[in-house]
């Protein structure tokens, strides 16, 4: 047994795993770390259950070297030395030490003890791989060497047989290490004393997202412990969302593997979906459709709540409620897309519900399709998204004239003010890991190889408008693809959803 004075010293050390049971232990003996030289060798894969999928429990799903479906501990260590090779050429980057902390989210819940589907924070996903709540990944600067040598830390959550039987396996320190591949974990309630040893650092850089947190209860923590008595003593806090997002908004070889399957599998079921469609059906029967069928693919959710808007709510953007029956002559707009092992798609369609297009209805939707593929042409590298919105803008504008939408007389700078009333929203935005991803990358950065966009023109004329010809009225029409900027040129990701009009009507007719 040992005497209070000894465990004080042990608690000091770094503790080293050999074969020790854990259980038991008071909260503050939990401050220890399992590091990677405790390790036989680096691809060791825990023979337990984790709080995440591993090669162990999902040889299914992951071969030996892998965190996430074809993403390698490998691949995710190279993303934590790109970031930190950003920071080290960032104007920061002569400080003698630099410490970047990126937070996990937490879990959320709807009332007492009823939790929504945990999501990782996204950053904190792509750095890591690490699905589990309520931990922290700390990176910094080794003294000595040069960025973008560092040293990865992970804290999690501690290993808690009580709270294991209701929430099932947690990876604890020893798991993090031998799974994720840092280089130390330790458990997360030692946060503020690992945060305590920086501030004696001089000339140090911290680098937090302060004004977005995504786990309030560890920015907290964060916030109190190092960001406000680094500002009181003169050092430098900077925003790392920007930093990570440049970097993210370009896709590997394997990010892009699973967006194509993210693609390829919701275009699927909004075929079947397409097939399902009848007048009298509720959007509510429609959802549920694309749903099952994303899910029976291989998906693991959707990746955001539907649009499923029939007749005229199409004309409301983000309408889900989607609690209403399509009644025989009306189109619906369906936005959906779902989440395959991180990455998410978007795709968009529109059809009509008995299957048949009308005259009117076929006019306006050729109208939005063919300036959808001439946006297309257009997403090669060195363009924007910004450039792209002034092309749709105009094409649309050109378009609404021949149908007598317009008045035949505007000039061009008129003709982007008109068309922005009938396609309030951008062409497109990034693709990836979230919907809307990469935010902080600006749509007039030029468009590069292993980026992912959206491209969506649509119009959008409500019945209650009543400077447009009676047929038109009522009808909104939206064309969503997903697309993957090459060398070679554009390569659309979801081009299996069909969106010409006699590829529509014959899967309908079936």
Request: hydrophobic share 35%; glycine share 8%; proline share 5%.
């Amino acid at each position: 047994m040992w005497n209070c004075k000894l465990r004080s010293v042990k608690m000091n050390i770094v503790y080293r795993i050999s074969n020790r049971k854990f259980y038991g232990m008071k909260p503050i003996e939990r401050a220890f770390s399992c590091t990677a030289q405790n390790r036989k060798e680096k691809s060791v894969i825990p023979k337990r259950y984790l709080g995440q999928p591993t090669p162990f429990t999902h040889q299914h799903l992951l071969k030996k070297d892998e965190i996430t479906p074809g993403i390698s501990g490998a691949e995710y260590q190279g993303r934590r030395m790109n970031l930190m090779s950003a920071i080290g050429r960032s104007m920061y980057g002569s400080a003698k030490y630099h410490v970047a902390i990126i937070l996990g989210a937490n879990k959320k819940f709807m009332t007492d003890e009823i939790p929504y589907p945990f999501r990782q924070n996204t950053d904190f996903l792509y750095l890591c791989g690490f699905q589990e709540p309520d931990c922290a990944l700390i990176l910094e600067s080794i003294p000595g060497k040069e960025l973008p040598s560092h040293k990865a830390t992970l804290l999690v959550q501690q290993r808690d047989s009580d709270r294991e039987l209701w929430d099932g396996p947690r990876s604890g320190p020893e798991g993090a290490v031998q799974f994720i591949g840092v280089d130390e974990a330790y458990t997360i309630d030692s946060l503020p004393e690992r945060l305590h040893k920086y501030l004696s650092r001089e000339n140090m850089v911290v680098w937090y997202d302060v004004f977005r947190p995504v786990n309030e209860s560890l920015h907290q923590e964060v916030f109190t412990n190092l960001i406000q008595p680094c500002r009181n003593r003169g050092h430098t806090v900077n925003i790392l969302q920007q930093t990570i997002h440049a970097q993210r908004v370009i896709k590997s070889p394997g990010e892009i593997n699973l967006m194509r399957a993210s693609g390829s599998i919701i275009s699927k079921a909004f075929i079947e979906t397409m097939k399902y469609s009848r007048p009298g059906i509720n959007e509510a029967q429609l959802y549920a459709k694309i749903d099952f069928e994303a899910r029976t693919n291989g998906a693991e959710f959707l990746a955001y709540p539907p649009v499923v808007a029939g007749g005229n709510r199409a004309n409301t953007l983000h309408y889900i409620n989607n609690n209403q029956a399509i009644q025989d002559g009306d189109m619906v707009l369906m936005d959906a897309g779902c989440e395959y092992h991180g990455y998410a798609s978007d795709v968009t369609r529109t059809w009509p519900i008995n299957g048949k297009f009308t005259e009117a209805q076929a006019e306006l939707y050729n109208a939005v399709l063919t300036v959808q593929k001439d946006c297309i042409e257009q997403c090669t590298a060195g363009s924007t998204l910004d450039q792209v919105y002034h092309f749709m803008l105009l094409g649309l504008g050109r378009s609404l004239q021949h149908l007598g939408i317009l008045r035949s007389n505007l000039n061009e700078v008129d003709l982007h003010r008109v068309s922005k009333i009938f396609c309030p929203h951008h062409v497109g935005h990034y693709l990836g890991m979230d919907t809307h991803d990469t935010v902080r990358v600006s749509r007039s950065n030029q468009l590069q190889p292993g980026m992912v966009i959206t491209i969506e023109p649509g119009v959008y004329i409500p019945a209650t408008e009543t400077s447009v010809p009676l047929k038109y009225r009522g009808i909104g029409i939206r064309i969503e693809d997903n697309v993957l900027i090459t060398e070679r040129g554009p390569e659309v990701l979801s081009r299996e959803c069909p969106k010409e009009v006699d590829a529509i009507e014959s899967i309908m007719a079936r």
